[in-house]
C-alpha cells in the first residue's frame, strides 16, 4: 500500500496492491491536503495519515471507478497545547486490531480500533521518544520504537517504556519479521534481529 502526489489538482492518490492486481483510488477529500502516511489493514481496508494530523479509515472499493470513503477515525493529540503533529508512519498490529503512528517532533501515537458499532480509535497511549527515526506495532498492546542509539517497547497504558535496549549505532528503520521479532537497520548497513519479551529483549543475529 503507498501513496503518490497526483499531477493535477493536488490530489492525493492511494494504490492499494492486492495479491493478484493492483488499483489506484483517488482520494478526493485530501484535495487540499496531503497524505503523509498510509497503511494496509484486513481485506481492502486501509489507515491514512495526513500533514493535519488527521487519521482516517477506508475501504478499497472493488471497482476501481469508485471513490474511496474516508471515515475520520482520530486527530493526533495535542501535547501541551502546541500546533499538532502530521502522521509520518503507520504500522498495523498483527491481529489487526491496534495501530502506532510516528508523528513529527518525537511524539508517539498508539491505540485501539473498535470496529462497532462505529470505526473509533479507542484508549489511545502517546509517548516522546529522543530521536524518534521509526516504530512497528507489536501484539498484545506492545509497541517498539527507534530513537537516536536505542530502541524502546512501549505498552499501552503505560507512561513509560518496558525496556530500552542500546544499539551502539543510530537505528534508522524497525520492522516487525516474526510475532516477537523485530528487525533493526541502521547506519553504516548495519542489521540487527532482536527477540522481543515481556521485561527483557535478546540479539539473535547482528550483520
Known amino acids: 500500500c503507498a501513496f503518490r502526489q497526483a499531477p493535477s489538482k493536488g490530489a492525493t492518490t492511494a494504490a492499494f496492491i492486492a495479491s493478484e492486481a493492483s488499483a489506484t483510488i483517488l482520494l478526493e477529500v485530501f484535495l487540499e491536503e496531503a497524505i503523509t502516511a498510509v497503511a494496509a489493514f484486513k481485506g481492502r481496508r486501509v489507515l491514512v495519515g495526513s500533514a493535519s494530523g488527521v487519521l482516517a479509515w477506508t475501504t478499497i472499493p472493488i471497482e476501481t471507478s469508485q471513490p474511496a470513503r474516508l471515515a ?3 486527530s ?12 509520518m508512519e503507520i504500522s498495523i498490529s498483527p491481529e489487526a486490531v491496534a495501530f502506532c503512528a510516528g508523528l513529527s517532533g518525537g511524539q508517539l501515537w498508539a491505540g485501539y480500533i473498535r470496529k462497532q458499532p462505529a470505526v473509533r480509535c479507542v484508549m489511545q497511549s502517546t509517548w516522546m521518544v529522543k530521536g524518534l527515526t521509526s516504530a512497528t506495532s507489536l501484539s498484545r498492546g506492545r509497541v517498539v520504537a527507534a530513537g537516536e542509539n536505542t530502541v524502546f517497547l512501549f505498552k499501552m497504558g ?14 534508522l528503520r524497525v520492522g516487525r519479521v516474526g510475532p516477537d521479532l523485530i528487525g533493526v537497520v541502521g547506519d553504516g548497513a548495519k542489521l540487527r534481529t532482536l527477540s522481543v519479551e515481556e521485561s527483557t529483549v535478546k540479539v539473535l543475529e547482528s550483520m
Open 158 to 171: 503505560t507512561p513509560a517504556p518496558v525496556w530500552t535496549h542500546e544499539m551502539g549505532f543510530s537505528p
Open 72 to 74: 475520520r477515525l482520530a
Open 76 to 87: 493526533v493529540p495535542a501535547r501541551n497545547g502546541s500546533k499538532k503533529s502530521y502522521v
